[in-house]
């Protein structure tokens, strides 16, 4: 606006010192605070419109950075929120990727904002000029240029946007690989798979690579047509305003004030066909943060939506029902078919079958994380779909079956769900965990980093740092998934017999392959072919002489022969 003002003063001076020719020096003199006045006025308009646009990225930073933060905690807390059937198909690097690229899209889309705004103001002042000089033909030279830019940035932003696409999802793509791969680092090392995942991350960055030349070729198109607009734009301007001069409709300061108008109105329609090119491709850049956005959460985070809240689950130990529940992760694959199951509050209940039939996902369906396909699951009297999740999570002390621990200390990791736990109440959670002398050994104690996914630590280590997790904020109801699947059997005997004490008089489900822990319970589930085939004590399972007693004979013979009846050493 004030660099659209200032030619006025410019056009004044010009047309001040014209009239001021051929009279002598006497009356220029007279002239002189006249002349200087304005050209102040003209050199002060055009200091103040620098320092405004200089200015302006100090203004847009504070801006800018708030709206990073804000972008930045709105995603990660919906994604948090976001049920596990969004997790299981997330890839970590993309995810990330997708917030990076979001924040940055939408900076550049602001400061696109902040700079075509003033300009669209400019632009008015121009016209409003223009048409006070009374030069119709320049009014729609002026129109005519600003339909053409706005047709060739229309098309032009549209194929750029078809690219950024390319390229925001190309970016993602390889920023998955990338974190995947680093995940796996390990495995890439033993199998030396190294080249091969060289050349596949190569393929990725070589696809990212032409993407983005493709779009800058296509913004460089964009940029002759542009150019060629503002050629023919000012020629034809300068033809007019020389036509008008030379009638004596416009004087030579009018003739000044054209021109430079004119070269300073096609900047601005420039920029804004710049700006609407970039915030076309920055909405592409946004788009998988936003499609992120899209999903729902679950309604463990919704507390206050209707018919998910109700009362707070009770505190006491609940009765476990699982009626007629069918499950699949994908159509055509059925995991549970039909499965009936009570664990009486307070009971245990062990849930043993082969590899692949479903416990954990019984485990994962009494959390929440996934939705029975049919039938019901009560916690009490109370449906879990019912329930809000976030208090049936906080009544189970779950042990999952793959621990996977955060990038922090030990006592971190075991206060997660308890962070108000004192130092003496995570030592007894871990010494009950029989783990407590193997932290103090290790260099920093409690202080101890355990690396990311806790892969610092060995698979029992981790395992026991779970149960301790779990102990620590005494729930009303556990969930063990193989709980002891990574302990040597004396450990493993020392931890059941210490779970079996802690667990008494809460409603326990302990899911495990090792028919030496599941004897201990009050009553057996074998889970096969999606439902629970054979339910009783261990005695009776026995004695019914099918699949139970049969696996039992197998891993007592396997245990070897140091106990008769299958104890193995691990006798509790
Ligand atoms: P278990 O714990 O008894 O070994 P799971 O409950 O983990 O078995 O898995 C049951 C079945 O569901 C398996 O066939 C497994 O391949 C399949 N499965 C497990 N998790 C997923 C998943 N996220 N998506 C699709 N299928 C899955
Ligand atoms: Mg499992």
């Known amino acids: 606006m004030v660099l659209a003002l200032a030619p006025l003063a410019l056009k004044a001076l010009i047309d001040r010192l014209a009239g001021t020719q051929g009279e002598g020096t006497r009356s220029f003199a007279l002239l002189d605070h006249h002349v200087l006045l304005l050209a102040l006025v003209y050199v002060g308009a055009l200091c103040l419109g620098r320092l405004l646009s200089d200015f302006r990225p100090l203004l847009v930073a504070a801006a800018e950075q708030r709206l990073h933060a804000r972008l930045s905690r709105r995603l990660f807390g919906h994604v948090l929120g976001l049920p596990a059937s969004f997790h299981l198909d997330r ?60 047709v060739i940035y229309r098309g032009g932003t549209l194929r750029i946007r078809r690219r950024g696409k390319v390229v925001a999802q190309g970016s993602l793509a390889a920023q998955a690989f990338l974190a995947d791969s680093m995940l796996n680092v390990e495995t890439i090392k033993c199998f030396s798979a190294e080249g091969v995942v060289r050349q596949r991350f190569i393929a990725l960055t070589e ?54 108008y004119i070269l300073q109105m096609v900047r601005p329609l420039d920029t804004l066909g710049g700006a609407v090119r970039d915030i076309g491709q920055a909405i592409e850049f946004i788009e998988p943060a936003r499609r992120i956005l899209d999903e729902q959460v679950e309604h463990a985070h919704q507390r206050d939506s209707a018919g998910t809240q109700g009362s707070k689950l009770p505190s006491r130990p609940l009765d476990i029902r699982l009626s007629g529940v069918h499950f699949s992760y994908a159509q055509g694959t059925t995991v549970l078919c039909g499965l009936d199951l009570h664990i009486p509050a307070g009971g245990t209940m062990a849930i043993v079958g082969p590899s692949g039939s479903g416990k954990s996902s019984i485990a994962r369906l009494l959390l929440g994380l996934i939705q029975p396909t049919a039938g019901q699951i009560l916690f009490g009297e109370r449906p879990l779909h019912e329930t809000c999740l976030g208090d049936i999570r906080a009544a189970i002390g779950y042990v999952p079956q793959d621990v996977v621990l955060f990038d922090d200390t030990i006592a971190n990791n075991v206060a997660i769900g308890m962070p108000q736990a004192s130092q003496a109440e995570v030592e007894q959670a871990c010494r009950l965990a029989k783990v407590h002398d193997l932290i103090r050994a290790q260099p920093d104690g409690y202080n101890t980093r355990v690396g990311e996914r806790g892969l610092k630590l060995s698979g029992g280590e981790r395992q026991r740092i779970a149960i301790a997790r779990a102990l620590l904020r005494r729930p009303s109801m556990f969930l063990f998934d193989e709980p002891t699947s990574a302990l040597d059997s004396r450990t493993e005997a020392e931890v059941v017999h210490d779970l079996r004490r802690i667990c008494a008089g809460r409603t326990t489900i302990m899911i495990t392959h090792r028919l030496t822990v599941a004897r201990h319970a009050d009553r057996i589930a074998l889970l096969q072919d999606g439902h629970a085939v054979e339910v009783g004590t261990h005695q009776e399972l026995l004695l019914h002489n099918g699949t139970y007693a049969r696996l039992h004979r197998l891993q007592a013979g396997a245990e070897g022969t140091a106990a008769n009846d299958g104890d193995a050493g691990t006798a509790t």
Not at 250 to 260: A, M, N, Q
């Open 91 to 150: 890839q970590t690097g993309a995810l990330a990727h997708s917030l990076t690229q979001a924040t940055t899209a939408t900076q550049v889309i602001l400061s696109a904002l902040m700079q075509a705004l003033p300009l669209a103001i400019e632009l008015g002042t121009v016209v409003l000029v223009l048409a006070h000089l009374g030069q119709p033909q320049l009014v729609a030279i002026f129109l005519i240029s600003g339909v053409a830019y706005a």
């Open 207 to 260: 696809a990212l690579q032409s993407g983005w030349v493709d779009l800058h070729r296509q913004r460089a198109g964009l940029a002759a047509a542009s150019t060629a607009v503002f050629a023919v734009a000012v020629t034809a301007s300068f033809v007019v305003s020389l036509e008008a001069v030379a009638n004596g409709t416009l004087s030579v300061g009018g003739f000044v004030l054209t021109t430079v």
